[in-house]
C-alpha cells in the first residue's frame, strides 16, 4: 500500500487532504511538521510520496526555522531521499509562483490550495507515487 507523508502545519489542511487521500485513493497516510522526524521518515523508506506545505509556522531543524521549501532542499541534497517524490501544497497561487517555488525547492509537483478538485488530487499523488515522471496534471 502507498504511504503519503503529509507535512502541514494546519490540523484542518491535514485532517482534509488525509480523509481525501485515504477515502478515496486507498492511500496510508502518516504526519508530521517535525523537520528531523520528516527526514528519518524519508531516509527509512517509510514513505512513497510527500505532501508538503510550502508555509510551515513551527517546524525548526538545528536550532533553525525551516518551510517546506528549505525541508524539500534537504531532502533534494540527500542521496538516500532525493529520488522521494515531493509535491507542494501552498496558497501561494499567483501566476509564476508554480515554476518558481519548483525550480527553488527541487520538488516534482505542485498543488494550488484549496484543492477543490479531490480526483485530480488524488490522480496526481497516485502518478508520482507510481514513479511516473512528470504527471501532466497541475492542479
Known amino acids: 500500500m502507498t504511504t503519503v507523508l503529509i507535512v502541514e502545519d494546519d490540523p484542518m489542511n491535514f485532517r482534509v487532504f488525509s480523509k481525501i487521500l485515504t477515502k478515496r485513493g486507498g492511500f496510508t497516510v502518516k504526519g508530521s511538521e517535525n523537520v528531523a522526524e520528516v527526514l528519518d521518515l524519508a531516509r527509512s523508506k517509510a514513505v512513497d510520496v510527500i505532501l ?20 524539500t532542499q534537504l531532502l533534494k541534497q540527500d542521496p538516500t531521499t532525493a529520488s522521494l517524490p515531493v509535491i507542494l501544497v501552498t ?5 509564476g509562483d ?29 502518478a508520482m507515487a507510481g514513479g511516473i515522471e512528470n504527471p501532466s496534471l497541475e492542479i
Open 98 to 126: 508554480r515554476e518558481s517555488l519548483l525550480a527553488e525547492s527541487g520538488a516534482e509537483g505542485y498543488i494550488a490550495k484549496p484543492v477543490v478538485d479531490h480526483q485530480a488530487f488524488v490522480q496526481q499523488i497516485q
Open 91 to 95: 496558497a501561494h497561487a499567483m501566476a
Open 52 to 71: 508538503m506545505d510550502v508555509s510551515l509556522s513551527r517546524s525548526h531543524y538545528q536550532g533553525k526555522a525551516y518551510n517546506g521549501i528549505q525541508i
